[in-house]
């Protein structure tokens, strides 16, 4: 009975948790354990250095990423177990933003946070395959492709420090957001 009550708490948590959670667990594997379907559309972006590839686990999935620099910036492409495309997410500096799109953007996190800091800022392109290779190869937006922005940032709540991810639309409008969860270790991570 105890095992059972045990099992019922942890999944309701689970549920809580993802709703309004973020937690991604990221283990390197080699290619040739990725899906052949994500490989092709990496082939095709032309990356500049060498690929390094994910399977991520979070709280109701698993999908895979490869890492490279395309254009000499940091690049995710994140697909589904199956090996379909999900997005392409570019690391950006806010001068790259659109001047009015990021004012929208901070002052959201500014009424949101009496004090943030940000920590990672990405471009977000997704929809037809062909037309996001287009757009990253060619290092620009492509009509017909959705663009937006995620921005992890660092603030204090209730006295305690956390992460929160922020997604918005090409114009700077709030979609969602999910405190992301730090995964504990005992071992020391290289």
Known sequence: MKNLL?????????????????FEK????????????????????????????YRETGFNQISFEA?????????????????????????IKDEEVPV???????????EKHEKQKVLKLQ???SGNESLVIESVKN??????????YEVVVSTRSEGEYEMVEYLFTDHGSFIK??????????????
């Open 177 to 190: 957001s999910a405190g992301i969860v730090m995964q504990n270790s005992d071992n020391i991570e290289f």
């Open 26 to 53: 990221e283990v390197r594997v080699q290619e040739k354990f990725v899906p052949e379907q994500a490989r092709n559309f990496v082939r095709q972006l032309e990356p500049d250095s060498r690929v390094k590839w």
């Open 100 to 110: 009015e799109v990021y004012e929208n953007i901070v002052q959201y996190l500014h």
């Open 139 to 148: 290092n620009t937006i492509v009509k017909g492709i959705t663009v937006r």
């Open 67 to 91: 890492k490279t620099k395309i254009n000499k910036k940091l690049h995710s492409i994140e697909f589904a177990a199956d090996g379909s495309f999900e997005d392409v997410e570019i690391v």
């Open 6 to 22: 045990i099992v019922i708490v942890l999944t309701n948590l689970a549920i809580h948790l993802n709703g309004q959670s973020k």
């Open 123 to 125: 471009v977000q392109y």
